[in-house]
Every structure is written in structure tokens, then in C-alpha cells.
């Protein structure tokens, strides 16, 4: 009965009909306390992101321990598999608390609010594939009696607070997975954890994971990486070392003939990338971004057109033209990111065309100089086009306006001139646009008509040579968050249908000729957080908000001479000085 939208409580017959051997109820809307799992045939429980439940009697507070003691001691002693992660149980796990369920193959408790540590509670399920406890508050050390656990294949135990060093995990045969992410407390040496890893691995994650409630800031890996030894991992298909604070050479991986994702981004890795990188056959996605690379970027001609995503930003030491670049890239390239990488030349749009699934480049902040190219609009499954702050010159092209599944418009900080063209054609996936800090005119009116107004979620136009006025009917866009047109050559007046617009979360209007007064019932918008509108002609009072709640930044013409009264404003614009006061 999974995915479906029951809620309430699960009836106690249900968890006791004699001849039931499956119970899946994965994401409903479930709620209340679990049943006894009573019934003599239960061998599967699935509880998927099912349920907001608590294991006690009562509102607040219980007995965790015993109470899922109590569940495993009702249930058949055959189970093979309870699943029941996002549960919310809210407790530590009781010792040995499965000590007569010797059969369970399948555990997973992710994401479950659990605490403690877990020292003697899994030694006997040795029969155990997939043990999931990631996402909790977990501490203390990884238990060596893991290591009995010799049919284990699945360990995840990212997102808690483990600490101490890493048992020896080599004695487990059958390892395939491995997550030990965003455990801030490990000690892991990057040079000397691999030999001890068992060869069967096909997935290694030491990565930072964004769980539900925050970002952890530990660093789980260290050291330098071995040059060689990861190659070690034949079986390896996945490898995940971000933001570990590795360093040193890259290694070579010349040995991971399965290997097709690697992750290696946030480091401080230095030198070249290793030429065997791109002898690797089955890699599909390559992450190097945030590290200290440089030289050129090595052919992937043996890559058997397997490589679909490659990001390379933030590893200024790059130094290639980007035409050189694509030439070496595989006609299966979906995704290329250099963001500040020092890439030179033009795009060479024509030697694009052969990549037929190409969807995303992001080159903002390097040295690319010429024109944006019209072979662009033949790349018809482009969703995002970030290529701000280089020396691009020239018009856009109607081709590129007219790509029906571009999301992300992103040409700020460019030399480009003459009219933003129409975005008609656009099939309603437009969130981001950004011609910020250009040469771009026209008028705003018309621009906003041309966006597709179902889907747009940030607008800048900024520093443009934009003009006319804000047009009324701008509350048509209801997902709108960010409207920006600072210092642009925008007059008329802030029309009183944008404090319908409750998504907004900063309005800049800074700098323009936009007179008349501020409609308050804008000041109040629910989202609001940033409000910018001096250095306009805007006159009057906003005193009648101040009462309520307003943005954290509100800036106006408040002060020598007081153009408009705000005793709340964060901060009040002199036009005699040009200065905040």
C-alpha cells in the first residue's frame, strides 16, 4: 500500500493477521504509535518516509528502549527486513536488542532521530546485508563487532557523530557500499585507510552530506591520497572525496577500470590532472572543483563516450582555451562547468553541435572574448547557460531565446548590446535571468512580457540600459523572488499590485527615477528580506509599517533631506552626499 495518502494510525489487526508476510506501507501520511507487529508470518516491514510516529504512550517523552525492545520481541523471530527510516523515533538503541533475530538481512533506521552509541547491538546479525543508520546522532566509535558481520554489503553511517579511528573493514568479503560521510569526529589518514578497505567495494563515500538539519563541518578524510593505491579497489564504481581536506598530487586511478563517479571536489589536491583519467572507460561524472590543479586538461578519447558531466571551477591554474577543451571532450558531454578556471578564446559553437544531449555550461569568470554563438539554439535540450562576468561582445541571439527548456539565463558582467530578444518560446521552465552589469537596452515592460511568467523565480537587470517603467501586471509572475533593477533608467512608480506578490523576497529598485509613494502593503509582504529603494524620487511615509513586521534590510531616502520618513529603516541614503547616513 505504499505511496499512497493514508493517514492515521496503522490498525493493530493489520500488524497481526496470521498469513501476512509483507507489510509495505512506504510514503503515506501515517501518524500515532506503532502497532505490535504480531503477526506469526511477518518477514518484511517497510516504513519508508511513511509515518510521523512515536514508540510511547502519551504526547511527549517514553521509553524508547523499551518500547522497540518490545516491538522485536512481539514480532516474528524469522523477520528478514524492517525498514523504517524518517521514523522519528527519538531514542538510543538498546543493546542486543535484536539478539534473537539472527535472520534479519535487512535493517535500516535512517534518518530517525536516534542518539547513543551502538557498541554491542548488531554483533549477532550475521546474517546481515544492509545495515542504514545515516542521518542520526550517533556517537562514539564504529563497533569492531561490525567485522562479524561477514555478509554484509551495505554500511551507511553518514550524517552522525562517530569518532575515533576506522576498524579494519577488510574482513568483510562482500562489501559494496560504503558512506561514512559528515562524521566530523573520525580519524581517517587518506594514504594508509585504502589497504585496509576490502576489495569488493564498488561505492566509497567520505563526502560532506546536507542532511535535514545541517550542514556538519567535519572533515572525515586527511592527508595526502595514495598515488597508487586506490587502484587497489578494482571493483570501485563510485568514490566520493569531498571537502575532506586531501592534498597532494592527484592519484592516478589507472586501475579503476569500473569506476564511473568521482568525486574529489573542495580539496587542496595540486599539480596536473593525471592523463590516465581520461583513459578511464566507464566514467560518467568527474568532480575536481575547489582545488589547487593546473596545466591543461588531458584527452578523453579513451572514455568510450561515457563522460557526461565534468566541473572543473574554482582550479585557476587551468589555462586552455575552451575551444582546446571541447575538443578533447567526448561527443556524450552533457554537463561542463569551469567556473573561474582561467579558460581563454571564444565558445566554439560550431564544434558543439556533435554534443546531441548537451544541457548545462557554466564558464562564468574566466577570459572569454567574442560573441555568444547561434549554434546554441541547436542545442534544444539546454537548460542552463551561465557564462557572466567574461569580455563577450555582441548581441544575443534570438536562437538562444528561443531553447524551450532553458531554466538558468546567465550573461551578467558581459560586453553584450543591443535588445534582449524575446523569450516566448520558452516552454515555462525559466527560473533564473540575469543580464546584469551589461550594455543590454530596451524596455523593461516589454522584456518582462517576453519571460514566461509561470515559472520565473529571479530576475536581475541591474546596471542595464533598460527603460520605462515596472509594468503593473508584474504580479502575474507568482513564483517571483527576486526582482532586481538597481541603477538601471526605470521611471514611473512601484505599482500597488506587487504586494500581491508573496514569494518576493528582495526588491532593488536603488538608483533609478521612480517617483510617487511606496505602496506599504509591500513593506509587509510575509517573505520580504530585503527592501532597497533609495536613490529614487520616492516621497512620503512609511512610518504605518514600521509597527509591523518589516524586511531586515530597508533602505531609503530617509535622511538630509528626509524624501521619505522610516524610523525602522537599517539604513538611511543622503541625497546631498551621496552617503548613508
Known sequence: LGFNGFNGRIPQPVAALPALRDLDLAANKLTGQLPLFTGESLLYITLVRALSVTLFDGDEGGDLEGNLRSIFENVNKNLLSFSCEGCNLAGSIPPNFLSEHSSLEYLRLEDCDLVGDISNAFGN???????????????????TQLLQLYSLEVLELFGNSFAGSLPVLKSLPNLRILDLASNN??????????????????????LFHLTRALLVDGIPLQGTLPFTGISALPSLEYLGIENCNVYGRMPLLDGLENITTLRFGGNSLSGTIPSTMGQLSKLEVLELWSNALFGTIPSFAGNRNSLREIDLSFNTGITE?????????????????C????????????????????TAIQVEANSLTGTLPTEFGSLTMMSRLSIGNNGLIGSIPQQIANLPQLEIF??????????VPSFAWNDGYLKYFDIEETQLRGSLKGLMTSLP???????????????GFIPSDIASFPLLRVFNIRFSNIGGTVPFEMSYMNRLEVLDIEGNAIGGTFP??????????????????????????????????????????????????????????????
Open 125 to 143: 546479525l550475521v546474517n546481515l546485508t544492509t545495515l542504514a543508520l545515516g542521518e542520526n546522532q550517533l556517537v562514539g566509535q564504529i563497533p
Open 321 to 337: 582555451s575552451l575551444r582546446d577543451v571541447f575538443s578533447k571532450m567526448p561527443d556524450s558531454l552533457e554537463d561542463f562547468r
Open 453 to 467: 511568467p509561470e515559472s520565473l523565480e529571479k530576475f536581475y537587470a541591474g546596471y542595464t540600459l533598460l527603460t
Open 185 to 206: 569526529n573520525l580519524i581517517i589518514d587518506a594514504f594508509t585507510v585504502f589497504p585496509t578497505l576490502p576489495t569488493s567495494l564498488k561505492e566509497l563515500n567520505f
Open 410 to 419: 546567465d550573461i551578467w558582467g558581459n560586453l553584450l548590446t543591443g535588445t
Open 520 to 581: 506599504l502593503a509591500i513593506v509587509q509582504l510575509r517573505n520580504l528580506e530585503d527592501l532597497s529603494i533609495h536613490g529614487n524620487k520616492i516621497r512620503g511615509s512609511l512610518e504605518a509599517a514600521c509597527d509591523n513586521r518589516v524586511p531586515d534590510e530597508l533602505t531609503a531616502d530617509c535622511s538630509n533631506p528626509t524624501a521619505v520618513s522610516c524610523s525602522c529603516c537599517s539604513a538611511c541614503w543622503s541625497q546631498n552626499t551621496n552617503a548613508w547616513d
Open 339 to 358: 567556473e573561474e578556471c582561467g579558460l581563454t578564446g571564444s565558445i566554439p559553437g560550431g564544434n558543439m553541435l556533435r554534443f546531441k544531449n548537451f
